[in-house]
């Protein structure tokens, strides 16, 4: 692992002065204009924030250090037999820009299964769990108990430079990392499998590991693979990836802060729409007797759900402006693994019928369906089918991206983030409002 830590302290070392240039030298820029309405809203589209680890194009979707999906799919190396790449190939990605080899992949594999084994005590949180328990809680509860584990807080307990805040991040994040499906799936166990666990596979990638710990058969090991990668990072303004950066400003180690994140993604406004699609994709075809649809019913109900005032699940984006091509990622894999599943063939239908219709309606800014009118269908089609658990995958692939957002924070030397507010009476104020005119 020391060659991909040497490279990432070679790729920090030259992007410090580059970070240094912009601050002292054109630290006056003006960048953007705030409006009451983005105040108010959410601070939504303010450019505000930093990150090099992915970018959010209206029209391409989502790029990871450069590439888009389908090019991190066909060139990052995969496992020997395997249709999705090394999820460790992601991560190295991620970290440092650059494509990595093969033997470069596998040195990350060989780390995250020296790392993976978990102490005691995250079992007995787990286990100390009421078994009502949403398995976000838990999940959350069990990163926490890792906190002791914390390499970062030893060394700055020790008075580490803060120059070298970035190295201990780096082996917090390693090690948080290799053991997420161990967790994920201890969880998944303990709630929905009696408590009958399976243990790791020492042999085994992340994504087949994982596949593995849960009990299901290739191809899962791919399903797994390309959900973690799909859901590694989305920019850093999102809920989830703003919380982990926010929490960890204020110098918390890795453990607390994706903790954090984890809380922030169980939120329903943020990490629960794949299950929203799912269950209603499960009453329209209830409602249609279990038979398979045909273009009129669903043209049907489409315009019966848009008329009552209500959204379809799964459709339209914030940013984006175009098919999410997480969604196209996925429904090739279900076209080729799962065409004649029940769901799948609604899925693929609306597919079909669903953009022109709200092309028609004209209230959508993306008639376009996006990643989670497609994920939630294909864990219940390989037997995943706790709602409450898809959070938990959500969770695993997310921290990926954010463990990687949060070393690089460290290494730039990123300062606590600390907004100025102010009140509604100045906002009346700038508007020209008279006090009282209301």
Known sequence: ??????????????????????????????????????????????????????????????????????????????????????????????????????????????????????????????????????????????????????????????????????????EDAMSLLAKLPEIATYIHAKLYRDGKRIQSNPNLDFGANFAWMIGIKPPYDDVSRMHFILHADHESGNVSAHTGHLVASSLSDIYLSIAAMINGLAGPLHGLANQEVLRWLQDVREKLGGDDPTEAELKKIVWDTLDSGQVIPGYGHAVLRKTDPRYLIQREFSLKHMPDDPLFKYTDMLYTIVPAILQEQGKAKNPWPNVDAQSGIIQWHYGVREYDFYTVLFGIGRAIGICANLIWDRALMYPLERPKSITTEMLEELAGIKKGSV
Request: aromatic fraction near 10%.
């Open 1 to 170: 692992m020391s060659d991909l830590k040497s490279k990432l302290r070679q790729k920090i070392e030259e992007w410090r002065p580059r970070i240094k240039r912009l601050v002292e030298d054109y630290g006056d820029v003006v960048i953007d204009q705030v409006t009451i309405e983005q105040v108010i809203g959410g601070m939504r589209g303010l450019k505000v924030l930093v990150t090099d680890i992915s970018y959010l194009d209206p029209n391409e979707g989502i790029r990871y250090r450069g590439y888009t999906l389908p090019e991190l799919i066909e060139k990052l190396p995969k496992p020997k037999g395997a249709e999705m790449p090394f999820v460790e190939g992601v991560w190295y990605l991620l970290l440092t820009g650059e494509m990595p080899t093969e033997q470069e992949v596998e040195e990350v594999v060989e780390e995250f299964q020296r790392r993976r084994i978990l102490p005691k005590v995250v079992y007995e949180v787990i286990d100390a769990s009421p078994c009502c328990s949403h398995p976000m809680t838990i999940f959350a509860s069990a990163i926490l108990a890792l906190h002791r584990e914390s390499f970062f807080v030893k060394k700055y307990n020790a008075g580490i430079s803060k120059t070298d805040y970035w190295a201990p991040t780096f």
